[in-house]
């Protein structure tokens, strides 16, 4: 039977799997020669968001079903203010992955703003495993 650390630590697992996943096609979504970017903005808010909910899941910090960037900071500052500090700023990818990821009025994303969007993703992710080394570290045999 694992333990309630190896259950933790696969769940976290799966979070930074699921991000990274995220992350990887926001990559090949930029790359596209497209006349919206929107699909890249929305995985590079999945991504952040996903390594955000991985980082409190190892911390064990409950969140609800939420795709709000900063109601995932306000839970990250109970552990550790200077994750936003560093990353905050990819709060303004929130409404890619709520409001703009349905049909109506949102604003098309040119080049230059995906990039932007993947970058403030891969920011999150380098920043997140920064906090998380350590403790990923120790699940690993030698």
């Given amino acids: 039977m694992r333990s309630r ?12 799997k699921k991000a990274e996943s995220d992350l990887k096609t926001s990559k090949i979504l930029l790359d596209a020669e497209v006349d919206d970017h929107f699909p890249c903005a929305f995985h590079s808010q999945q991504a952040a968001e996903k ?16 795709h709000d960037l900063d109601e995932l900071f306000n839970l990250t500052d109970s552990i550790d203010s200077s994750l936003r500090d560093e990353i905050g700023s990819c709060v303004w990818l929130t409404p890619y ?6 049909p109506g009025e949102y604003p098309v994303v040119d080049h230059r703003r995906a990039e932007n969007a993947y970058k403030e993703s891969q920011g999150v992710k380098e920043a997140v495993m920064r906090k998380l080394k350590d403790y990923l570290s120790k699940g690993k045999p030698n």
Avoid: M, N, S
Wanted: a positive charge.
């Fill in 51 to 66: 390594f955000l909910k991985a980082y409190l899941v190892r911390h064990q910090v409950e969140f609800r079903k939420t």
């Fill in 5 to 16: 650390e190896q259950v933790i630590r696969d769940f976290v697992q799966q979070w930074l």
């Fill in 97 to 102: 992955g709520v409001e703009f990821r349905y």
